[in-house]
Structures are given as structure tokens and as C-alpha cells.
């Protein structure tokens, strides 16, 4: 799921593309896709784009009229840009198929402005990402699940947030009702940066380690979200995931940790994992997996020492 590095420069890109651009309709392949009734898609017809804004990991591009459409690419919606001239009055555009033009099935809606075409697209058969068509700002904070943004609290304010509900960091980190812009990835990164268990308790942290913890993640957001500006380089990207060879655990089971070496472990639930390093963040514990200590029940290590003496035999 795009989460705030990958939503902000996205948001970024639809400013310096469609910025000051009209919308000259919106298609919709899929009814799914569109979660409210009024204002109809025709409502959106000419209007120009007067700013994109994003609310918590919703992109949200505004319109003259006080008109918004918010767009949430869930796990596996993407957003691509294609340039086309605009088609002069009285005439009309020659209809290409979407097979022969490349979208095919994967595309859920395409805006068409007057310099080109922005494409949601989905991949996959469970259809998750939504698009919600709106009038007045109001309607669009509505959207906003209620959690505060990391980058605008204090550490006294962040350990309010933490000691809201005592669960794991892990659990704090992506609730949007808490946090926002943080999802499964970019949570094991932050943890293993503030060399965090995944599992420690929010309940349990002081004023000192939620200085920390909230360090780590500005700094790692705010890191990544520059990294991914650069390689982007103003340019569409291919390809948007959650998994990238720079990262240090998130995805890397079994690699060497980065900082100490030690074998990245992981833990996985319904579509999710939780990937950390047992000598940085849980003091040489190793937490079971269910799938792979079913399968290898007594033999599952349980701390790094273990699994160590076990990899030399």
C-alpha cells in the first residue's frame, strides 16, 4: 500500500502535470471504484485544477466550484500519467480500444485533462482502491480517519498518542485513527531505526523513547519520501512497491541485517508481515511465525543464539 513517501510524491507530480489544467471528463470503468452519489462525474466537466493535497494517505486533487476528487490506492492501485494533445472543437478523438491501447482490465477510471491522461489502475482482482467525488471541503476532511500526522507533533504529544491504547508499537504505528501516512513497510523500517521491538507495548514507553520513536519517524518518512523524489526524478514511475533492495528489513527475511549482521527475521499475519532484526530490536529474542514454527515446532529457534548454533550445524 503507497504510504505518505510514495503519496506525497505523487501528489507532487500531479501538481507540476495537471496544476492549473482543466479537467475535461472523467471515466469510470469500473462502478465499483466510485464510492459516493452527488456530484455526478459530470459535475467535474471543464473545471480547472486549482490544487493537489493529500489527506492522510487520500490523494486529493481540488477543482474550481469547490470540487474534489480523493483518490485511495489501497495496496495495489497506481496512478500512471500519458501525454495527448487535446482534441480541437468540433472534432473527435479516433476510439482505441483499452487492449490495444495497453490498460486493459487493470484500469479502474481515467481523467482526461487538456494535456494528457491520468490512469487509476488496479492490479489484481480484488478491487479495493475507491475514488469519492466531493463538494466542499468539509465533505473531503470527512474522509480523514483521524489520526494525527507525526511531523506536526511534539514527543510530549506523540507519547499522548502512544499511551492511547496500550498495543504493540507495530499496531500504533499503522492505525490511521492514531497515526497517519504509516503502513507495514515503512513501520519496520521506523522501528528498526529507533531500535524498537515491534512488539513492545505502547503503554510501556516514557517520554525519552518516545522522542525517539517519533525522531524515527520523521526521519525515516521524510528520508525515504527524498529518495523516492530522486529516483523518480520528475518522471512517472513503472513501478510502485512496498518492497525495495535499499530498505533494512522491511521484506529482507533472512539477509544480514544492515547494523549488526544478524539474520532479519519475520512474523506473518492475514496479508502482512512484520519483519525485524532480533539483536537490534528484541534483545536476541526471535518471535515465533505461525506457519514456519507449525512446520518446525520444537526446532523453531528462539533466540539468535540458537539459531546461529543451528546454521553452524
Known amino acids: 500500500m503507497p504510504e505518505y513517501p510514495d503519496v506525497e510524491n505523487y501528489a507532487s507530480l500531479l501538481r507540476s502535470t495537471v496544476g492549473g489544467h482543466r479537467l475535461l471528463r472523467i471515466s469510470i470503468r469500473h462502478p465499483f471504484l466510485l464510492r459516493t452519489v452527488d456530484p455526478d462525474a459530470s459535475a467535474f466537466a471543464g473545471a480547472g485544477v486549482t490544487d493537489v493535497c493529500t489527506v492522510a494517505k487520500r490523494i486529493a486533487l481540488a477543482f474550481d466550484g469547490d470540487l474534489y476528487a480523493a483518490i485511495h490506492l489501497m495496496i495495489a492501485g497506481r496512478l500512471a500519467w500519458r501525454d495527448e494533445d487535446p482534441v480541437p472543437d468540433g472534432e473527435t478523438r479516433k ?10 482490465k487493470a484500469t479502474l477510471a481515467e481523467f482526461r485533462f487538456d494535456n494528457g491522461v491520468l490512469s487509476l489502475t488496479e492490479a489484481g482482482t480484488t478491487r479495493r482502491a475507491s475514488l469519492h467525488l466531493l463538494r466542499g471541503r468539509a465533505a473531503l476532511d470527512k474522509l480523514h480517519p483521524g489520526g494525527a500526522d507525526p511531523f506536526a507533533l511534539t514527543p510530549a504529544a506523540f507519547l499522548e498518542v502512544l499511551h492511547r491504547e496500550n498495543r504493540t508499537l507495530k ?13 507495514n513497510a515503512y513501520s519496520d523500517e521506523i522501528l528498526h531505526a529507533a531500535r524498537m521491538s515491534p512488539f513492545t507495548r505502547s503503554a510501556s514507553l516514557d517520554l525519552e523513547d518516545a522522542a525517539a520513536l517519533l525522531a524515527a519517524c520523521t526521519g525515516t518518512l521524510t528520508e525515504w519520501r527524498n529518495r ?26 533472512g539477509a544480514p541485517c544492515p547494523r549488526c549482521g544478524t539474520p ?10 512484520c519483519n525485524y532484526c532480533p539483536t537490534c530490536q528484541t534483545g536476541g529474542v526471535i518471535y515465533k511465525d505461525r506457519a514456519l514454527s507449525r512446520l518446525l515446532k520444537d526446532e523453531w529457534p528462539r533466540t539468535v543464539a540458537e539459531l546461529e548454533e543451528r546454521s553452524r550445524g
Do not use: C
Not at 476510439?95 to 486493459?104: D, I, L
Not at 499496531?171 to 503502513?183: E, K, M, S, Y
Open 264 to 273: 532479519i527475521q519475520r512474523i506473518r499475519y492475514a496479508e502482512n508481515e
Open 171 to 183: 499496531r500504533v504505528l499503522t492505525d490511521q485513527r492514531l497515526l497517519t501516512g504509516i503502513g
Open 228 to 253: 523516492l523524489r530522486d529516483q523518480w526524478d520528475g518522471a512517472w514511475p513503472k513501478k510502485v512497491t512496498a518492497f525495495r533492495p535499499e530498505m533494512a528489513v522491511h521484506g529482507k527475511f
Open 95 to 104: 476510439t482505441v480500444s483499452p487492449r490495444a491501447s495497453g490498460r486493459g
